[in-house]
């Protein structure tokens, strides 16, 4: 974890780079730091993915209307000042990823950040992480 789930109507598809999206974000997510200038988020954890919905339905369906919706989950511990930093960090990398789409067709676009409260089972195995893990 930090996984952040993009999921959009396809519609987008055309208009909007979602890979493009996706490594912005990532690199955003890998650069924030904490109050006392530690990383926020292990490089080796860092996810960003994009899904277009098979189905949708967006207001009142007499337009082209298209939908984003950015879900960033991470693990508990982390201080309300950095969760409005990095939320912040997230929303301005997708306006500058999104904002030309948006100039062209009506578009939602909602980044929600959930912290885990209460985790029952979290298990881990990666051959990734410790290539970032040089301490």
């Known amino acids: 974890m930090p996984h952040l789930v993009i999921l959009y109507t396809p519609n987008l598809e055309a208009k909007a780079d979602m890979g493009a999206l996706c490594r912005a974000l990532a690199d955003v997510m890998v650069a924030q730091r904490d109050e006392q200038a530690r990383a926020v988020f292990p490089t080796g954890g860092v996810r960003v993915l994009a899904y277009p919905a098979a189905h949708y339905a967006v207001a009142d369906g007499k337009g082209d209307y298209g939908f984003v919706y950015l879900n960033l989950r991470m693990a508990k511990g982390r201080s309300a000042a950095v969760h409005q ?12 990823q999104l904002d030309a789409v948006l100039a062209q067709q009506p578009v939602g676009v909602t980044l929600q950040i959930d912290e885990s409260q209460s985790q029952v089972f979290d298990a881990k195995h990666s051959s990734l992480h410790p290539l970032f893990d040089r301490t």
Not at 85 to 96: C, I, Q
């Open 85 to 96: 930093v990095v939320g912040n960090a997230l929303l301005s990398a997708a306006r500058a």
